[in-house]
């Protein structure tokens, strides 16, 4: 679409203002009293019209004002977008002073995900890093009678323990295979699955070597399945919302956050559409009266997740662009 002129920009900016404040149809008398608008109502009008034939303003009823149509949002996202507000700006100040304390990585998410919920007033997202490669760095074998203590350090964020019943006569290969371990994380070539190559494992270790290969293949499994799911806070924000008044509305959105919130949130952040999906843009049919803003974070070793809000498309973009890439860029600072 070709630049607007400055008259319909100021119309438009207004225009979403007015909406995502109050929710109502907004007329040209409107805009110019609140706004101050230095136009006539008359003048004002026509640009209101010129907006809806772009198709960038919509209006619900033949005598009713006018209200910003998806496009008229993206327009407004992509050219118009105002600076974030003292609310925005606050958040960058305590997400500056914020340090690594928490006990556990989830303990970090959490607080940062009922945050950003509290901040926007909507759904907060926030997933676990995923990670692209082998994550294995060191392993330690600590027998304790038919036990088996599994230490697994996999980055500077993360240690497991397994605990595991070793097979009858097998508690004398445990220093050899530990050893074997070892010399495996070491090289550097890379196997697939946990990063030891099993082809290698010499046959007199093959009872606790047997035992360990599954343990680790199901750990790794569990480790995918939670770099799948995600922190989800702001229900209660969200449902506040008239558009998600009525729960059959709601339902579809929060079976998608609860069962695939990977179907939600674009591993890349949506650069193509600078991190924000508005409505229909978003592929999947739960969230076509919605709006997601995304940003990525990283760990610093080969990892990464997602920070997001959803909310209905009448929401403050300003602020909830600059809240989520706050806390995602706290994210990489924290775990890098």
């Known amino acids: 679409m070709p630049p607007l002129p400055r008259r319909q920009q100021e119309v438009l900016q207004a225009t979403v203002r007015h909406y995502v404040d109050t929710m109502?149809?907004?007329?040209?008398?409107?805009?110019?009293?609140?706004?101050?608008?230095?136009?006539?109502?008359?003048?004002?009008?026509?640009?209101?019209?010129?907006?809806e034939q772009k198709g960038l303003l919509t209006q619900p009823h033949t005598s009713a004002g006018r209200v910003p149509s998806q496009?008229?949002?993206?327009?407004?996202?992509?050219?118009?977008?105002?600076?974030?507000?003292?609310?925005?700006?606050q958040l960058e100040r305590e997400m500056a002073s914020l340090s690594l304390q928490w006990a556990a990585l989830d303990d970090l998410l959490l607080h940062l995900?009922?945050?950003?919920?509290?901040?926007?007033?909507?759904?907060?997202?926030?997933?676990?890093?995923?990670?692209?490669?082998?994550?294995?760095?060191?392993?330690r074998l600590v027998p304790s009678g038919d036990r088996l203590l599994v230490l697994l350090v996999e980055g500077s964020t993360t240690a497991t323990s397994l605990n595991l019943r070793l097979p009858v006569g097998a508690a004398h290969e445990v220093s050899a295979l530990e050893r074997w371990a070892a010399g495996q994380l070491q090289t550097p070539e890379e196997h697939e699955g946990?990063?030891?190559?099993?082809?290698?494992?010499?046959?007199?270790?093959?009872?606790?070597?047997?035992?360990?290969?599954?343990?680790?293949?199901?750990?790794?499994?569990?480790?995918?399945?939670?770099?799948?799911?995600?922190?989800?806070?702001?229900l209660g924000g969200l449902m506040?919302?008239?558009?998600?008044?009525?729960?059959?509305?709601?339902r579809p959105l929060l079976q998608l956050v609860e069962e695939q919130p990977q179907q939600l949130l674009q591993p890349g952040g949506l650069s193509a559409l600078g991190g924000i999906w508005i409505g229909a843009e978003h592929p999947h049919k739960a969230l076509e009266e919605c709006a997601v803003v995304q940003a990525s974070y990283s760990t610093g070793e080969g990892s990464g997740?997602?920070?997001?809000?959803?909310?209905?498309m009448r929401m403050a973009y300003a602020t909830a662009r600059a809240a989520v890439r706050t806390v995602a860029a706290s994210l990489s600072r924290l775990l890098t």
């Open 113 to 139: 995900a009922r945050r950003l919920a509290d901040m926007t007033g909507l759904l907060s997202l926030i997933t676990r890093p995923q990670r692209s490669k082998p994550s294995l760095q060191a392993l």
């Open 24 to 51: 109502e149809p907004v007329g040209s008398h409107t805009l110019v009293r609140r706004f101050g608008l230095p136009a006539s109502p008359a003048t004002v009008r026509s640009a209101m019209g010129a907006l």
């Open 194 to 234: 946990d990063g030891l190559d099993w082809n290698s494992l010499p046959p007199q270790l093959e009872r606790s070597g047997s035992l360990l290969r599954q343990a680790l293949e199901r750990h790794r499994r569990a480790r995918g399945n939670d770099g799948e799911s995600a922190l989800a806070l702001g």
């Open 240 to 250: 506040e919302q008239p558009e998600f008044s009525r729960t059959a509305s709601l």
């Open 71 to 89: 496009q008229g949002y993206r327009l407004y996202v992509d050219c118009l977008l105002p600076a974030p507000g003292a609310a925005a700006l």
């Open 305 to 312: 997740g997602q920070v997001a809000v959803v909310g209905p």
